[in-house]
């Protein structure tokens, strides 16, 4: 029988794999210096002014807090090919490997130290990048490659991304393949592993 490492690695492999099929879209080029509010109105200051990163709750656990300054929050991003991101790490949380595939992002380290990663899916075959970030550092994953991080420190770690679209997208790969009941013969050939294991994953509603 596979060791748990083993399975593991071949899993890893295998989302890998499957994220690098995400579609590679980009925001349209906008005509306008911006986009006015839906409902006509005359804009001012507040209709330019994303406030919702004030104070947030951020709830302990095993999975990064995310708050999105994207189109969907803030409308008068639409067009403009921006959106932004606070992202806090309680201590142990990661947030799963996922891909955006629209967008571009930069992550900027506001306090405290990340470990993230990276896969490029470039090459014949896959290549890992992890780093260690700090304080002030910027980490850049390209549109459409699988990347991670996880807080391995006792102390929250807070981070800011800057995202290349307006509506970057999320691709959990965890929630993709285990949350949709795919069925489960296919998983098991995929990653060679056993029924017993699939079932495992898709029970705990990966985030």
Known sequence: MASRSSVAISTFLCLTAFAALSAHAAD?????????????????????????????DVKQGQFANVTNANVNAFP??????VSNALLVYPPGSVNVPHTHPRGT???FILEGTLEVGLID??????????????KDDIFVFPRGLVHFQINKSKKNVRAYASFSSTN???????????????DEEVLTKS??????IIRKLSAVQPF
């Open 105 to 107: 992002e930069t992550l």
């Open 168 to 182: 970057p997208g999320l691709v959990s790969l965890p929630r993709t393949l285990f949350g949709v009941n795919v």
């Open 121 to 134: 899916t470039t090459q014949p075959v896959p290549v890992l990048f992890t780093q260690t970030l700090y």
């Open 28 to 56: 349209p080029e906008e005509i306008r210096d911006f986009a006015p509010p839906a409902n006509n109105a005359t804009p001012n200051a507040s209709y330019f002014t994303f406030d919702r990163l004030r104070n947030i």
């Open 76 to 81: 008068v991003l639409s067009g403009l090919g």
């Open 191 to 196: 990653f060679e592993v056993s029924s017993d």
